[in-house]
Nanobody, 121 residues
Framework: QLQASGGGLVQAGGSLRLSCAAS????????ITWFRQAPGKEREGIIC???????????????GRFTVSRDNAKNTVYLQMNSLRPEDTAVYSCAARTYIC?????????RGKGTQVTVSS
């Protein structure tokens, strides 16, 4: 299973680092997509990290602010979020797909529960 953690309350302009930890399987053969679901909106895939570490950005607002990384030895993927804005307030979750990145939740093999991120103005 996957579990996202690291969320919390942060002021606008601040930073958070989210973690996505896997248990029961190795992340080595999986691409990991970060999703977020803001209040009243649909869940959307925002960024993905390939098996070998390159990233695929799906959402324009990620550019220059969010980066994704992975530590296969720790079986964990990270989402570093900088320059946070109130509109980044959402539940962030991660999901795993074999080999290749996708932004579609339905394509995921494993889906984790999310962590709440709240950005105050």
């Amino acid at each position: 299973q996957l579990q996202a953690s690291g969320g919390g309350l942060v002021q606008a302009g601040g930073s958070l680092r989210l973690s996505c930890a896997a248990s029961g399987f190795s992340l080595d053969s999986y691409a990991i997509t970060w999703f977020r679901q803001a209040p009243g909106k649909e869940r959307e895939g925002i960024i993905c990290i390939q098996m070998r570490g390159s990233s695929v950005v799906y959402a324009g607002f990620v550019q220059g602010r969010f980066t994704v990384s992975r530590d296969n030895a720790k079986n964990t993927v990270y989402l570093q979020m900088n320059s946070l804005r109130p509109e980044d307030t959402a539940v962030y979750s991660c999901a795993a797909r074999t080999y290749i990145c996708s932004r579609d939740n339905i394509a995921m093999k494993y889906r984790g529960k999310g962590t709440q991120v709240t950005v105050s103005s």
